[in-house]
């Protein structure tokens, strides 16, 4: 089992473009997530789902959305990136409130 | 979802001493996790703690969850390189928050 998958694991963009980030979990957990790390920083959430169809805002969801389709897929979409964007994001896929993390995408915005 | 204050933030510790961070609620706790991110990593999972006043060991690693179910704590006995990194006790619930946890340094 590859467990949570992220791609991409780079990826720089410029000031307004769009991107998609993506996510994928192959362990059928109903809760996922997405989350930020500024360097040096704590984890921010930026959106959660509790299960395909269901998706709330985060602490942090400015400039982000999500959608849920599936079990499986749980994509992070950034429009008009700008620099505050610049970060690294982590998604996550829980069950019995133990998370299991991707290995992150590094995206930088210039 | 349930709030829950970690301290210290840092902490910068010779190698071969001891180590201990906090995770205090203002509310009853149903469980507490605790995970461990290792610089340029990811989050992963180090134990669950469910009963008050249950205490789990990892090795050099000591969980416990006090008696009320407002505190928690991870104690690590004479750390190794091997230990850096920031540790998280996350709130419990649909939200999942993470916040800063502590950051450990340890000077070789």
């Known amino acids: 089992n590859a467990g949570v998958t992220q791609t991409p694991k780079f990826r720089i963009l410029k000031i307004g473009q769009s991107m998609t980030l993506q996510c994928t979990q192959d362990m059928n957990h109903n809760y996922m997530y997405w989350y930020r790390q500024d360097p040096g920083m704590g984890l921010k959430l930026i959106y959660y789902?509790?299960?395909?169809?269901?998706?709330d805002k985060g602490e942090v969801p400015n400039g982000y959305n999500v959608s849920r389709s599936t079990t499986e897929d749980f994509p992070l979409r950034l429009e008009l990136a700008a620099p505050s964007q610049t970060s690294v994001y982590f998604c996550?896929?829980?069950?019995?409130?133990?998370?299991?993390f991707g290995q992150g995408t590094r995206l930088t915005v210039v | 979802g349930q709030q829950v204050m970690q301290i210290p933030q840092y902490q910068h510790v010779q190698e071969g001493e001891d180590f201990t961070t906090y995770c205090n609620s203002s509310?009853?706790?149903?469980?507490i996790q605790w995970y461990k991110q290792r610089p340029g990593g990811h989050p992963v999972f180090l134990i669950q703690?469910?009963?008050?006043?249950e205490v789990k060991k990892q090795k050099r690693l000591t969980f416990q969850f006090g008696e009320a179910k407002k505190n928690s704590s991870l104690h690590i006995t004479a750390t190794q390189t091997t230990d850096v990194g920031t540790y998280f006790c996350p709130t419990t619930g649909n939200q999942f928050y993470f916040g800063t946890g502590t950051s450990l340094t340890v000077i070789p």
């Open positions: 789902s509790v299960g395909a169809g269901i998706t």
């Open positions: 996550a896929a829980a069950r019995d409130l133990r998370a299991f």
């Open positions: 509310t009853t706790l149903s469980n």
């Open positions: 703690l469910v009963k008050s006043g």
